[in-house]
T-cell receptor
């Protein structure tokens, strides 16, 4: 069974540059999440989508971060311009609502993450 | 979100049982207790969850205190592959929407010695 796919796995940029991360959730999962994990901390939710609508983006720094989930499947997370403190692993996760198939309702499946280093 | 408190780190020996504690004194009656773990360089993965009764699955057991203010994740025989950060998380009962959001703390770093 295919899991959550993310790319790129690693990215190094200089501050003030832009970067984009891509996520392909598990097929049929209506809910998609982007988390930011800074070294030594637990993941922090940035944004949650249900289908192609935003459920929660209260912790997304909207002056520099944006995310979209067109057609309710793939999603991209963009940072522009990047700051040093954005260095982190960006994790994408997905979950089903109704169960059956892959996972219980609300069980999150995570990708391996995209590690961003801002110099 | 109701908060959980876990020790920063714990150590175990291979093939011995491990009991990972979690305090959640402000838990509400409709909060599920979820455990996830994060292996090095990977995203978190689901371990187990429960509401009131103790739960067992192929990975672990979850023991929930009668007053639900604490719980313990039990790994019956730790292996080197169980070395990870273990997160105890409370999640609301309602279906869909923000109730499926997970708020992670720092978790417990479990070291397993050979």
């Amino acid at each position: 069974e295919a899991g959550v796919a993310q790319s790129p796995r690693y990215k190094i940029i200089e501050k003030r540059q832009s970067v984009a991360f891509w996520c392909n959730p598990i097929s049929g999962h209506a809910t998609l999440y982007w988390y930011q994990q800074i070294l030594g901390q637990g993941p922090k939710l940035l944004i949650q989508f249900q289908n192609n609508g935003v459920v929660d983006d209260s912790q997304l720094p909207k002056d520099r971060f944006s995310a979209e989930r067109l057609k309710g499947v793939d999603s991209t997370l963009k940072i522009q311009p990047a700051k040093l403190e954005d260095s982190a692993v960006y994790l994408c996760a997905s979950s089903t609502i109704q169960g059956g198939g892959q996972g219980r309702p609300g069980e999150l499946f995570f990708g391996e993450g995209s590690r961003l280093t801002v110099l | 979100d109701a908060k959980t408190t876990q020790p920063n780190s714990m150590e175990s020996n291979e093939e011995e049982p491990v009991h990972l504690p979690c305090n959640h004194s402000t838990i509400s009656g409709t909060d599920y207790i979820h455990w996830y773990r994060q292996l090095p360089s990977q995203g978190p993965e689901y371990v187990i969850h429960g509401l009131t009764s103790n739960v067992n699955n192929r990975m672990a057991s979850l023991a929930i205190a009668e007053d639900r203010k604490s719980s313990t994740l039990i790994l019956h025989r730790a292996t080197l592959r169980d070395a990870a950060v273990y997160y105890c998380i409370l999640r609301g009962m309602g279906s869909g929407g923000s109730n499926y959001k997970l708020t992670f703390g720092k978790g417990t770093l479990l070291t397993v010695n050979p």
